[in-house]
């Protein structure tokens, strides 16, 4: 498996950035695509994406207090028989769609979070 991280500095409370993150994840839940493999609120998340036959991700996103600011870490495991085809084909490198993936949803996520927290 090809383990991947990226971390945010996010300007809102963890209850704020946990409620924000679980309301993305409804729609991936309610199509059947996504699955909640295990969540300790507001702290971590763990998603299993299913991409497609033989393509899933796993993706833990996890809060915490870093002083004025919550720290989201988002880590994206890619597996399956397609996961490792591809990173034989691209010579390790078939974990850059999944970096981009999270690297966006956790741009997405700060700023919604962010504005929230501005309106509350």
């Known amino acids: 498996m090809a383990k991947k991280e990226r971390a ?15 309301g993305e994840v409804e729609e991936g839940v309610r199509s059947g695509r996504a699955v909640i493999v295990h969540q300790e609120a507001p702290r ?3 998603l299993e994406i299913r991409l497609g036959w033989g393509l899933a991700a796993r993706y833990t996103y996890e809060l915490s207090l870093a002083g004025a600011h ?4 988002g880590r994206v495991d890619a597996h399956g028989v ?3 085809v591809a990173r034989v084909i691209t010579l390790g490198r078939s974990s850059t769609p999944y970096m981009l993936a999270l ?8 700023a919604a979070a962010e504005e929230t927290a501005r309106e509350a």
Request: proline share 6%; aromatic share 6%; charged share 20%.
């Open 8 to 22: 945010f500095a996010i300007h809102a409370p963890p209850a704020v950035i946990w409620k924000t993150l679980m």
């Open 44 to 46: 971590r998340l763990v």
């Open 70 to 73: 919550t720290e989201v870490a």
């Open 82 to 84: 397609r996961n490792r």
């Open 103 to 110: 690297t966006q949803g956790l741009a997405n996520l700060k």
